[in-house]
């Protein structure tokens, strides 16, 4: 029967930290790990905490730069005005004196000449375009349904533009930039970091706010802190002159509910992020202002200077023949140890810069329209080679000193030799050995601390969808679904869900005669209860930073904020699920709890449903398409007749039905999830037709599909008997 009483979950979820927990990586991990670390470029590491979303290398990496940033933190004394036992108001003050003094320095860089105020802007872009990111994936089934990461969920929702990728922080800040002809490519893109000309700081920096994001919910006092601070002082609000989506009252709101939460432990690791940020804060503004002065000191030879090193690397084999001076601009431009004051000083009296007929000279008109280097040089910098090509033309001869860009190097210098150092205590290698069913989903749902599992993970899901596969010839004999193949168009897609939802769903529906007595209706409860309580897992990391770019992403988005009833405990699903089990005296450890592995009430053949949907769930990149199609398949599933007739022995025995009757509307095929569900395939895959032509879309819409039959081969037992000679394992039936 039900669990040891003490161990049970009761609402609210009153978690101010997950249990601590080691982190466990395998060896390779390790490795590859250290590898990414080792090379030492600030840039690569960005990208990579930022693009990877999948491996098990990049955790560790995440917890090794969390630990650099956080530990000298953890250990500062109280002796920066906020004591450990602050009040929210009291933090909420000093925060504000600090604001202060950055307005006053973000102010000073308001009206410097345009240039000026362009590199500064651009230098600030990384991290005003990821704040907020460390939301991205708090909410996940080991931290739902906590009081704390709802709250923190209205105000990501907020964030997002309510689902809106055109309302969403990002895109308004974005638009705040443009509106001041600052343009930069998808935060995402290959080229965003040079094009934001980010120095070493900014991008480690914002590593740690990616890092965070990877490991959100192990951090979440450490979290709390740094939401409210990175917010509450507003940076990018006050640079770019934009009113805060999230008012400093609503922040603090968040911050008094966790305080009442936290016991002492959780405290102080609240306050070692909020030390943090103001740390951070206050070393990029000061950064902002360094660079602003940089760049107004630097002299038209040091501007010449920048463009020359900024082109060098890409100019190859382009000038072959060219000489100035001695030597070929070839070699020259190839020189790992170019002295450029060197190459400024023979370049100004080269024959390519000495005015001609018509008043220019053989250097500006190549980059000129019609000439061999048009469109090399933007506006701008055609513009600085112009006014120098003048000055020398006028004979100035002014000593060339080149004053390199070295601002923020000796902070970042600090913070890279702290990542390289690190070596957190809590990071365990080990082997995974052989898990069964219930130590796989503990691991699963605390993925954070068992990175480990990861290959296990892909590898299963992968087996899945190919095994599923066979319902593709004998799908259209399922009981609740039809998987077998079509040919993609929108049309029938939409003319399939519509006819398994009226044929399969909805027509063979008559109200039961007779319910079932008390132990078999609890029974069947608990055997659709497993899922249940990963609810909405399979969507949990689409559309993160970086990937909410798409109109699929973002009705996915919506969908998951559905879910979870966009932070509203009343409507939150896993909150419902937990109040129906209760009323049916079925008492559960939380599923992140290491005693859910010894829970006595789910049947243990239920195992194999959830853990699908938990291991495609953490391969939103990979498995993308699929996710779609398993997205459409369960959003229907749960209508008509089935649920129907729980609900219907629900209330006969005066059960809770609110789950059940959440999903009769909220799933609908009208207008609900299962139809959000099919538009949002029919617009991926019109983005895959736009981006790679009608070909590519089949291929892509055998992926979708797999995924939806994937969904099938767990419901369909009957089915999948019938038409393998193997025995059917025993934990696909649900
Ligand atoms: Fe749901
Ligand atoms: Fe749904």
Same mark, same amino acid.
């Given at each position: 029967m039900a669990a040891a009483p003490t161990l049970a979950f009761e609402l609210p979820d009153t978690i101010a930290a997950l249990p601590v927990r080691a982190f466990e990586f395998s060896g390779k991990a390790r490795e590859e790990a250290e590898a990414i670390i080792a090379r030492q470029q600030p840039d690569a590491l960005f990208r990579r905490l930022l693009c990877d979303q999948e491996s098990e290398a990049v955790l560790l990496v995440a917890r090794r730069v969390i630990d650099a940033f956080l530990r000298p933190h953890a250990e500062a004394p109280s002796a920066d005005g906020l004591p450990d036992d602050a009040s929210a108001d009291d933090i909420a003050a000093h925060v504000a004196q600090t604001r202060a003094g950055l307005a006053a320095t973000i102010g000073s860089l308001s009206n410097i000449e345009p240039d000026t105020r362009d590199a500064v802007v651009?230098?600030?872009?990384? @991290?005003? @375009?990821?704040?907020?990111?460390?939301? /991205?994936?708090?909410?996940?089934?080991?931290?739902?349904p906590s009081v704390v990461v709802n709250r923190l969920y209205t105000q990501h929702f907020t964030q997002r533009g309510e689902g809106n990728p055109r309302r969403c922080l990002h895109y308004l800040r974005r638009r705040q930039m443009e509106g001041v002809d600052v343009y930069l490519p998808e935060i995402g893109a290959a080229d965003f970091l040079s094009r934001a000309g980010a120095r070493p700081l900014t991008t480690l920096h914002g590593s740690f706010y990616l890092a965070l994001s990877r490991l959100p919910a192990n951090f979440l006092p450490e979290l709390v802190g740094v939401h409210y601070v990175f917010h509450a002082l507003g940076v990018d609000d006050l640079l770019l002159g934009m009113a805060p989506m999230l008012p400093e009252p609503a922040l603090r709101d968040v911050l008094v509910a966790y305080l009442e939460l936290a016991g002492p432990a959780e405290r102080r690791r609240l306050f070692t992020g909020i030390r943090l940020v103001l740390t951070l804060e206050g070393e990029h503004v000061a950064m902002l202002a360094e660079l602003a002065t940089w760049h107004q000191g630097l002299t038209l030879e040091s501007k010449v200077a920048a463009i020359v090193a900024r082109h060098a690397p890409f100019a190859g084999r382009h000038h072959q023949g060219v000489r100035v001076g001695e030597r070929l601009l070839a070699d020259t431009f190839s020189d790992p140890d170019l002295d450029l004051a060197k190459f400024l000083r023979e370049f100004r009296e080269a024959r390519q810069l000495r005015r001609t007929r018509d008043g220019l000279s053989r250097f500006v008109k190549a980059f000129k329209f019609g000439g061999p280097m048009f469109g090399i040089f933007d506006e701008r910098e055609a513009a600085v080679f112009k006014a120098w090509v003048e000055s020398a033309q006028a004979g100035e001869r002014p000593e060339i000193v080149i004053s390199p860009n070295t601002v923020g190097d000796a902070q970042a210098a600090v913070w890279a030799s702290a990542i390289a150092a690190s070596a957190p205590a809590d990071v365990v290698i080990a082997d995974i050995g052989t898990p069964s069913d219930r130590e796989l989903f503990y691991r699963l749902v605390n993925i954070e601390n068992y990175a480990n599992t990861l290959p296990l993970a892909k590898e299963r899901a992968e087996k899945l969808f190919s095994d599923?596969?066979?319902?593709?010839?004998h799908g259209a004999g399922g009981r609740y679904t039809d998987a077998s193949y079509f040919d993609y168009s929108a049309a029938a897609l939409y003319e399939r869900a519509e006819r398994v939802y009226w044929e399969k769903l909805v027509k063979p529906y008559q109200p039961l005669a007779e319910i079932p007595d008390r132990d078999e209706v609890v029974f069947l409860q608990t055997t659709y209860a497993l899922g249940a309580l990963v609810d909405a897992t399979w969507i949990h990391r689409i559309a993160n930073l970086g990937r909410f770019e798409r109109q699929c992403d973002s009705a996915l988005f919506s969908i998951y904020a559905d879910e979870v009833g966009y932070g509203d405990l009343r409507k939150n699903h896993i909150t419902l699920i937990h109040r129906a089990l209760q009323s049916m005296d079925i008492r @559960?450890?939380?599923?992140r709890e290491a005693a859910f592995m010894d829970q006595g009430d789910l049947p243990d053949e239920l195992y194999g449903f959830s853990l699908h949907q938990l291991c495609m769930a953490l391969f939103p990149d990979t498995y993308y398409n699929e996710i779609l199609g398993y997205n459409l398949a369960i959003e229907m599933f749960g209508l008509g007749e089935l649920r129907l007739h729980e609900i219907q022995k629900l209330r006969h025995y005066g059960f809770d039905d609110c789950y059940e009757q959440a999903h009769l509307t909220i799933d609908n095929i009208s207008a609900g999830h299962s139809r959000q569900a099919a538009d949002i395939i029919v617009s991926y895959l019109d983005e895959v037709?736009?981006?790679?032509? /009608?070909?590519?879309?089949?291929?892509?819409?055998?992926?979708v599909w797999r995924g939806y039959a994937s969904l099938a081969y767990f419901v369909e037992h009957a089915? @999948?008997?019938?038409?393998?000679?193997?025995?059917?394992?025993? /934990?696909?039936?649900?």
């Open positions: 651009r230098q600030r872009a990384p @991290l005003g @375009l990821l704040g907020g990111c460390w939301l /991205d994936v708090l909410s996940q089934p080991a931290t739902q599923a596969e066979i319902l593709f010839t @559960l450890p939380h599923i037709r736009r981006a790679l032509g /009608d070909a590519a879309v089949q291929q892509e819409w055998r992926r089915l @999948l008997k019938q038409v393998t000679t193997e025995e059917v394992p025993v /934990d696909l039936v649900i």
